[in-house]
């Protein structure tokens, strides 16, 4: 494909917020908007607002779109594009977004794990680049991880290879991804802010959000510390269980992993040492998302770059 003036059109679709970008064949980012997501409205309200913002885009690349990119939380039907009741996206069920964007604007479509998008993002452009065996975890509302296995991005029989969020890490903790306890509960934003209101009833209420837990943090609060202690244990063990599986060169923190620092990743790093077998953890470093707040940007193009093979570097 001639990549001289074509653009992308690249999704990041999260419980948060939804960003629409326009991207270069090379992953350069030339025009970018969001929204907040509001994601108890539905879908068919969200899916209205992201239809009225690409429309605005593609006025704006004038006619020079040629595929249209998505990156989504799961789990999903990658291939079909069919979005299978994310936890962060309430009421997404079974939905044909793969279809209904094709069939709306006439352009290919693909669509991919958010975790997996970073995955290939961080592969292509950022820490995991001239690596072949890395983990990315995304840290935010959820909780997931991409993998790249030998030189190449690892979906599993069903497409939910990196669902790691679900595993049972602890025989009790925050309700997060359908059950008590789960990996997600203890490492997404989501789940250290129901955590810190169990902890800690008369300091945060169900308002609270990590980064309300991280400033009281810095500002010395011994509570605010203890929060990330445990959660810092329980993210630990899941980093050490996955080092011990897989064998990563690298292990690529976005989210909160890369935005609250040592508040959360000291207490994760010494139980992963502790945990992980010697000569995983040997081999492994445990890396901040290089590509930083770009990373979901990026991420969104990245389904087009690895299924329609539309990268050109």
């Keep these: 494909m001639n990549a001289s003036g074509k653009n992308i059109l690249g999704l990041d679709i999260g419980g948060t917020k939804t960003a629409l970008v326009l991207g270069s064949m090379r992953g350069g980012i030339l025009w970018r908007t969001q929204f907040p997501t509001h994601a108890g409205r539905g879908f068919a309200i969200v899916f209205a607002e992201i239809n009225q913002t690409i429309e605005t885009a593609l006025n704006s690349a004038g006619g020079n779109v040629v595929a249209i990119s998505v990156s989504i939380g799961g789990p999903l039907d990658v291939l079909n594009g069919i979005i299978k009741s994310p936890p962060n996206l309430p009421g997404w069920t079974n939905i044909p977004l793969k279809k209904l964007l094709a069939e709306r604007y006439s352009l290919p479509v693909y669509i991919e794990h958010d975790g997996n998008a970073g995955a290939l993002a961080e592969f292509y452009f950022g820490a995991g680049r001239n690596f072949r065996n890395i983990i990315f975890i995304t840290m935010g509302t959820g909780f997931g991880a991409g993998l790249i296995l030998n030189g190449q991005l690892y979906r ?77 244990f329980y993210l630990g063990r899941g980093l050490a269980i996955l080092a011990d599986t897989l064998n990563p060169e690298r292990i690529i923190l976005g989210g909160i992993g890369m935005r609250l620092g040592e508040a959360l990743l000291a207490p994760a790093k010494r139980v992963f040492y502790e945990e992980a077998l010697p000569q995983a953890a040997e081999v492994c470093e445990i890396v901040p998302a290089q590509l930083g707040e770009a990373i979901g940007d990026i991420a969104s193009l990245c389904a087009a770059f690895d299924q329609g093979k539309m990268l050109a570097i």
């Excluded at 939910?160 to 997404?188: M, N, Q, T, V």
């Excluded at 209101?197 to 309300?212: G, L």
């Design 156 to 232: 599993g029989a069903s497409d939910c290879a990196g669902e790691i969020g679900h595993i049972r890490i602890a025989e009790d903790g925050p309700w997060c991804y359908g059950k008590a306890g789960s990996l997600e509960g203890f490492g997404s934003g989501t789940g250290i802010a129901k955590l810190a209101q169990t902890m800690y009833p008369k300091i945060w209420n169900e308002s609270a959000t990590v980064i309300d837990i991280y400033n009281k943090h810095q500002a010395g609060l011994h509570e605010a510390r203890e929060v990330f202690e445990r959660a810092g």
